[in-house]
């Protein structure tokens, strides 16, 4: 009996001008709840994100980071309000820079990745790259709501005495919003409190 292969976590601090240096390929799981603003973003955990990582320097001679980033998170769907699972894929194509000013200098088609002196949080950067991966709006796929629900119908009045209020208001402003949409005005203020 062999016990099944663990999965590579990747690390969190890293130094990222000595990977692309030396070309350093990575290639692991980030657990989502590692991801503060992600989980945030999202209703309760999600499976890890696998990541596959490419540091080297590029035909320009600039130290880069490239790989794809997939996931699964679970966003709240608009129509029905319940959590929708929501796949995410992300390629990544990022510039490796000291600062702002070098970053500005960067052609617009390069994304920056400021990482200064030092180690850098690899986590961070991968972070923001799956939180601009998430959609707008999430929904279900298929329909989550009943659709009569969603027609345009004539309201159901009320009963009772203000029902009877509430009947006579409708049929005086619908007659007085056929001639004149000012007729509604004198209406309101005709009607008995």
Not at 24 to 33: F, P, Q, R, T
Not at 67 to 83: A, M, S, Y
Not at 144 to 163: K, V
């Amino acid at each position: 009996m062999s016990d099944a292969p663990q999965k590579q976590v990747l690390p969190r601090r890293i130094d990222p001008r000595k990977f692309a240096q030396q070309g350093v390929n990575l290639a692991g799981d980030i657990a989502v709840s590692d991801l503060a603003r992600l989980t945030e973003a999202s209703v309760g955990d999600g499976p890890p994100v696998r990541a596959a990582l490419a540091f080297g320097i590029n035909e320009e001679k600039a130290r880069t980071l490239t790989g794809t980033l997939d996931g699964q998170v679970n966003l709240v769907c608009q129509r029905c309000l319940e959590p929708v699972a929501v796949p995410l894929h992300c390629a990544l194509n990022l510039v490796l820079v000291w600062d702002e000013e070098d970053a500005r200098q960067l052609p617009r088609r390069l994304d920056p990745w400021i990482v200064g002196e030092g180690t850098a949080d690899l986590y961070e950067v991968l972070e923001e790259e799956l939180l601009l991966a998430l959609p707008m709006v999430a929904y279900h796929a298929e329909a989550c709501i009943d659709p009569a629900l969603l027609s345009g119908g004539e309201a159901t009045g009320a009963t009772g005495q203000g029902g009877q209020k509430n009947a006579r208001f409708s049929e005086a402003n619908r007659e007085a919003s056929e001639s004149n949409p000012f007729k509604v005005l004198e209406q309101l203020k005709k009607t008995p409190k």
